[in-house]
């Protein structure tokens, strides 16, 4: 079946600094990649869009110059937290489609 | 706008009973996907189960059944002989066809109680 592979699955920083965040599909072309954010007890809040070779399609709200996304391939999508604060501690998932509908399976940031 | 409700934020249930969580949604699109994601402690998402809307027969997967009425835009998820492992998050989503963003409910949190 498809497989999403996402790196990492927690990761603590510094304030300031900024964190990548790799995700991966194992098995099949992911024409489509998600990004997700999930505040706790919540569901997931759909962060951007990204289609392989263009630039991520962003929803209203979310900052695009603090989070940004790469989709350099049909496998390999990725969204980098810049200057990250403690306020962007939270937990990432990601999705693909090409192959149904796939989730990776997330990462916890947490910026101390 | 494309939304999905779900109405039961928390249920909880003796194991071994069966549970039925609600879900409604609302569409201008007439093809589309319905789904049932779990999300354990973990918060790994599992598919639970699918369902296309141009199928008219509900989707089964063992314990797992829904009850999908699309003139009324329902699409109910039945745990039957439920599980400890059944204590998770649920979510209802839906894709409309040619699949862009999925769309998802708030959740039911599902407690099984031994």
């Known amino acids: 079946g498809a497989v999403v592979s996402q790196h990492p699955s927690w990761v603590i920083c510094k304030s300031g600094t900024s964190v990548k965040i790799e995700c991966r599909s194992l098995d099949f072309q992911a024409t489509t990649m998600f990004w997700y954010r999930q505040f706790p007890k919540q569901s997931l809040m759909l962060m951007a869009t990204s289609n392989e070779g263009s630039k991520a399609t962003y929803e209203q709200g979310v900052e695009k110059d603090k989070f940004l996304i790469n989709h350099a391939s049909l496998t390999l999508s990725t969204l980098t937290v810049t200057s990250a604060h403690p306020e962007d501690s939270s937990f990432y998932i990601c999705?693909?489609?090409?192959?149904?509908?796939?989730f990776g399976s997330g990462t916890r940031l947490t910026v101390v | 706008a494309q939304t999905v409700t779900q109405s039961q934020p928390e249920m909880s249930v003796q194991e071994a009973e069966t549970v039925t969580l609600s879900c409604t949604y609302d569409t201008s699109e007439n093809n589309y996907y319905l789904f049932w994601y779990k999300q354990p402690p973990s918060r790994q998402m599992i598919l639970v189960i699918r369902q296309e809307a141009y199928k008219q027969q509900n989707a089964t997967e063992n314990r797992f059944s829904v009850n999908f009425q699309k003139a009324a835009k329902s699409f109910s998820l039945k745990i039957s002989d439920s599980q400890l492992g059944d204590t998770a998050m649920y979510f209802c989503?839906?894709?409309?066809?040619?699949?862009?963003?999925?769309?998802f409910g708030s959740g039911t949190r599902l407690s099984i109680r031994p």
């Open positions: 989503a839906f894709i409309p066809i040619p699949a862009s963003k999925i769309i």
């Open positions: 999705g693909a489609t090409g192959y149904g509908y796939t």
